[in-house]
């Protein structure tokens, strides 16, 4: 089964998931409505709800208190995306115009902070303290890791240590989370939720990996952005730390990173691309994804062989070979 038929037959639930992300930023300030409508309108795969709704199924399945996670943790999701916005100067996501390039990096930051508080607001229909506790802390993490992202820029001294914890801390964090919090607002066993938690710690690892894959892979129509958007931004990834670690390639590669920091990321990347992609980088960084998802698929031994555990397999293949 792929990606589109899981969605297919979960289509009603995401329907409702996807009302309630609409209600949620409801507001009567004519401009938050319409910058937080904006970044809603256009779109994206919803991993971090179906996850929500998939683990939830290891329980007592209720969407009406369910979707009280689902929502919270794509727009926590949705949040960090406008705030990255302003800190790459992105002019476009998903082919559309960002909120910051469409209005301006002062609405932009604002947006980002009435999304963020709005997850909180919708978190807060449950009293369960565990639920708070691990949102929280999943926020603070977040932030954590992007701050570790500017702290890093253009830094070709990082070692494959500061990528992962990075990597976790932006990404791999908020999808573990939302396997955990489907299972805990479901009320499925302790044992459950951990295995579930690893499992989404595991896929979220191997789709940021993917993500800076693609990034140095894709086209701009793909990717709905300029294929080595990355390293504009000075964002060294896995396959160029792969690179950086090669003696036959590291001096050029080092002088055209420097190149491109010198002109602030406002220049033609095709040279650095091709180095990457000549070289065997790319391919190591994609067994180190396939290994995620593997370990992602065996944390999921011993779970009740019901549906949702073989949605989860499905997603986690999806997740490791995706090309968008």
């Given at each position: 089964?792929?990606?589109?038929?899981?969605?297919?037959?979960?289509?009603?639930?995401?329907?409702?998931?996807?009302?309630?992300?609409?209600?949620?930023?409801?507001?009567?300030?004519?401009?938050?409505?319409?910058?937080?409508?904006?970044?809603?309108?256009?779109?994206?795969?919803?991993?971090?709800?179906?996850?929500?709704?998939?683990?939830?199924?290891?329980?007592?399945?209720?969407?009406?208190?369910?979707?009280?996670?689902?929502?919270?943790?794509?727009?926590?999701?949705?949040?960090?995306?406008?705030?990255?916005?302003?800190?790459?100067?992105?002019?476009?996501?998903?082919?559309?115009?960002?909120?910051?390039?469409?209005?301006?990096?002062?609405?932009?930051?604002?947006?980002?902070?009435?999304?963020?508080?709005?997850?909180?607001?919708?978190?807060?229909?449950?009293?369960?303290?565990?639920?708070?506790?691990?949102?929280?802390?999943?926020?603070?993490?977040?932030?954590?890791?992007?701050?570790?992202?500017?702290?890093?820029?253009?830094?070709?001294?990082?070692?494959?240590?500061?990528?992962?914890?990075?990597?976790?801390?932006?990404?791999?964090?908020?999808?573990?989370?939302?396997?955990?919090?489907?299972?805990?607002?479901?009320?499925?066993?302790?044992?459950?939720?951990?295995?579930?938690?690893?499992?989404?710690?595991?896929?979220?690892?191997?789709?940021?990996?993917?993500?800076?894959?693609?990034?140095?892979?894709?086209?701009?129509?793909?990717?709905?952005?300029?294929?080595?958007?990355?390293?504009?931004?000075?964002?060294?990834?896995?396959?160029?730390?792969?690179?950086?670690?090669?003696?036959?390639?590291?001096?050029?590669?080092?002088?055209?990173?420097?190149?491109?920091?010198?002109?602030?990321?406002?220049?033609?990347?095709?040279?650095?691309?091709?180095?990457?992609?000549?070289?065997?980088?790319?391919?190591?960084?994609?067994?180190?994804?396939?290994?995620?998802?593997?370990?992602?698929?065996?944390?999921?031994?011993?779970?009740?062989?019901?549906?949702?555990?073989?949605?989860?397999?499905d997603i986690a293949h999806f997740i490791g070979n995706r090309s968008y």
């Amino acid at each position: 089964m792929n990606l589109l038929q899981i969605y297919s037959r979960m289509k009603k639930d995401i329907a409702y998931v996807e009302r309630r992300l609409e209600e949620s930023v409801h507001t009567d300030h004519a401009m938050l409505k319409e910058t937080s409508l904006h970044l809603m309108k256009a779109g994206g795969k919803r991993i971090r709800p179906v996850f929500v709704l998939l683990a939830g199924q290891f329980g007592r399945y209720d969407l009406e208190r369910i979707q009280h996670i689902a929502v919270p943790l794509e727009l926590i999701h949705m949040a960090t995306l406008v705030h990255d916005d302003v800190i790459d100067d992105a002019d476009t996501r998903r082919g559309q115009l960002t909120v910051k390039s469409k209005w301006d990096n002062r609405v932009a930051m604002y947006t980002g902070d009435y999304i963020f508080a709005k997850a909180l607001m919708v978190a807060t229909q449950l009293t369960d303290p565990r639920i708070h506790q691990l949102l929280s802390k999943a926020i603070v993490e977040v932030c954590v890791g992007e701050m570790e992202q500017i702290r890093f820029f253009f830094r070709t001294d990082q070692t494959l240590r500061d990528y992962l914890l990075r990597i976790k801390r932006k990404t791999a964090l908020l999808i573990a989370v939302s396997c955990q919090l489907g299972a805990i607002a479901s009320e499925a066993p302790d044992d459950v939720s951990a295995k579930l938690y690893r499992f989404g710690y595991y896929v979220g690892m191997a789709f940021q990996i993917r993500d800076d894959i693609l990034d140095l892979t894709g086209t701009e129509k793909e990717l709905g952005k300029p294929p080595g958007s990355d390293i504009r931004q000075g964002n060294i990834t896995l396959p160029v730390l792969y690179a950086l670690n090669d003696p036959v390639i590291r001096s050029d590669l080092l002088a055209e990173i420097a190149r491109i920091q010198q002109l602030d990321g406002q220049t033609d990347v095709t040279p650095f691309l091709s180095m990457i992609r000549n070289g065997p980088y790319i391919e190591a960084a994609d067994r180190l994804s396939a290994r995620y998802i593997d370990k992602a698929i065996d944390s999921l031994s011993g779970l009740p062989d019901i549906r949702a555990k073989k949605d989860l397999i499905d997603i986690a293949h999806f997740i490791g070979n995706r090309s968008y």
